[in-house]
């Protein structure tokens, strides 16, 4: 079974940029949809961007032209270049499988405020 560690959240002024890191452990990452979720306080996990086992992305509405999902099949990443950062981005950000999630790990927490 895969499992998740996320990194690279912080503190960030709106407007600016982060890098998101998920390293996956497992021989089968490669075969898997995987996906960028956010909880944002008081709200449910939402699956924010996705990326397919051929690299072809997908986003939410609210991420579009903003954020950038990625993958490295060889060294087992996944990654999210969030650009252009908005008050409404803040929350802890999770990596995982899109179709039956595995157990979620610790996330990585951002918050965007001034």
């Known amino acids: 079974q895969v499992q998740f560690v996320e990194s690279g959240g912080g503190l960030v002024q709106p407007g600016g940029s982060l890098r998101l890191t998920c390293a996956a452990s497992g021989s089968r990452f490669h075969i898997y949809s995987l996906g960028w979720y956010r909880q944002a306080p008081g709200k449910q996990r939402e699956l924010v961007a996705h990326i397919n086992h051929l690299g072809t992305p997908n986003y939410a509405d609210s991420v579009k032209g903003r954020f950038t999902i990625s993958r490295d099949n060889a060294k087992n990443t996944l990654a999210l270049q969030m650009d252009s950062l908005k008050s409404e981005d803040t929350g802890v950000y999770y990596c995982?499988?899109?179709?039956?999630?595995?157990?979620w790990g610790q996330g990585t927490r951002v918050t965007v405020s001034s």
């Open positions: 995982n499988k899109v179709v039956k999630p595995n157990s």
